[in-house]
């Protein structure tokens, strides 16, 4: 890792090409597992420099410095992963968040070094602090209106890439680190300028391992309940339910409803206005195809209050407070596409996202509003009409 006088020096150098002068930095956050550095640094225009008088206002920005750890020559999933997930989230700020429009807030790439000459990888964005200065993880939960919030931003953005995810050239997406390994075998270095194929980083593709692990424990009623067939000589229901969101153009029945997810929505990754009406997301590393409910499955489960969702007495059905909030995003979400998106079969795709997530954390390990999750989907899964509908989607 370099030291917090190079860092600042990189900073000095990538603000001086885009003709700003560093005015102060400091460290706000080492990345996961010693990848990086997150730095807060204010600059002004090179041209303001001059003046006796300084007008203007340092500007605050964000650097997001990424400089993975040597891996002594084995690349595994998980360190694949990471390292693709940061060339993600920089082709999403640098490609295409220029595309959106402003009213779908999110930081904008003042800067980004060219990946394809070296395995560090910089952004250099706008301060979401300066006009959304709420972190969402400030209450371990989002509070109600953060919620809304949330959900308002979320329908915009699926609502936004709904219509244009068919452009997107498939063949350039950014595999499972496993099978993106497996493609680039003789490349040198790891490449992917696009987003992910399937967004999102639990999806059954790249949690094989963990899953396994899963099936070995007999105390798990989730193991029996997940490895179980929907109906005989069918394969399991983890696996079908897997086939239904994996990102593909040729299920009619599902492909027409992809867009691109955020991939790892909750309240760590958002800032709310001082009000808390209106949400910012960052945290892009997963940005990639998927059907939206994909998202609302983990925001329901890690950030919104139990007393929002409670699991009715009536066998774990879904309750009012989920049904509203449900409605209220896809109202939302239909509004701003003009799409249509009945009822009936959005509700489907969302049982399917909630027992895909129940499967993530059962391989995982529990945390957020666990019985809300284990209720929904033990009555998801007992649901004759789920599992029949399950099986005539998937194969
Ligand atoms: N554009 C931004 N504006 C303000 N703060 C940001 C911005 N991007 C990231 N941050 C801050 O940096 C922290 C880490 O960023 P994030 O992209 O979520 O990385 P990671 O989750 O991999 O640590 C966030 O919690 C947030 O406080
Ligand atoms: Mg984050």
Known sequence: MPSTEELKQTAANLLHSKGLHLVSFHVIQLLWAGYGYICRIQAIPTTSLSLTTRKNKPISLILKHITPPPT???????????????????????????????????????????????????????????????????????????????????????????GRVSDFDRESLCRPPLEHLRQHSGDRDLRCENVWLNGGYTYFATRRDEFRDLLQDETSEWAEALSAAPAIGYPSVAELVARILAPSKDRHTVSPYETLIHGDVKSENLFTTTNGTTA????????????GVTDLAKLFTCSVPPAMLVVDRHEGRMSEGEEKLLRYYLERLLRRSGKKYEWVVFVRHWETAVVDWLRFQASWGFWGNTDWLEGRARAILRDGGWRGWLVDEAI
């Open 280 to 291: 910012a997301f960052y945290d892009f590393q997963y940005v990639g195809l998927g059907l």
């Open 72 to 162: 002594g020559g084995t690349l595994t999933e998980s360190h694949t992963r990471k390292l693709l997930s940061y060339q993600v989230e920089q082709y999403f700020y640098a490609t295409l968040a220029p595309l959106m429009p402003p009213d779908i807030p999110v930081a904008s790439c003042i800067s980004c070094n060219d990946t394809t000459t070296g395995r560090n990888t910089m952004l250099l964005l706008t301060d979401l602090k300066e006009t959304y200065p709420v972190p969402g993880e400030l209450h371990a939960e989002l509070s109600s209106p953060q919620v809304y919030a949330a959900l308002d931003w979320l329908a915009d953005f699926h609502a936004f890439w709904w």
